[in-house]
Nanobody, 126 residues
Framework: QVQLVESGGGLVQAGGSLRLSCAAS????????MGWFRQAPGKEREFVAA????????SYADSVKGRFTISRDNAENTVFLQMTSLKPEDTAVYYC???????????????????WGQGTQVTVSS
């Protein structure tokens, strides 16, 4: 049983930056694949980024590649998403998620993840 709590969302102007954090408790996440998804009103939940258990592999949606960076600190049981050059189309609720298998397989499919946080709102104004 794992609990995930996101923080760091807020309101920023286009071109600004935010750093999201995902704090895990209940179990260590050191062997899990971790990911970030986002969902805007009226749209499906979409993949943003994922990172392998030891941080050796990271993947990004084309829409955020070059602007967002996912990282993890297993000693602190925490995952981060550094977002730069934010655009209004980045506005969404951002969710942290964990895959306990840690296989880094089908990482863009939300059905492969086992635990989800409650989400944190990111709003980017034009």
């Amino acid at each position: 049983q794992v609990q995930l709590v996101e923080s760091g969302g807020g309101l920023v102007q286009a071109g600004g930056s935010l750093r999201l954090s995902c704090a895990a408790s209940g179990r260590t996440i050191s062997s899990y694949t971790m990911g970030w998804f986002r969902q805007a009103p009226g749209k499906e939940r979409e993949f943003v980024a994922a990172i392998s258990w030891n941080g050796g592999i990271a993947s990004y949606a084309d829409s955020v590649k070059g602007r967002f960076t996912i990282s993890r600190d297993n000693a602190e049981n925490t995952v981060f998403l550094q977002m730069t050059s934010l655009k209004p189309e980045d506005t969404a609720v951002y969710y942290c998620t964990a895959d306990v298998r840690g296989l880094y397989y089908s990482i863009r499919d939300p059905s492969n993840y086992d635990y989800w946080g409650q989400g944190t709102q990111v709003t980017v104004s034009s």
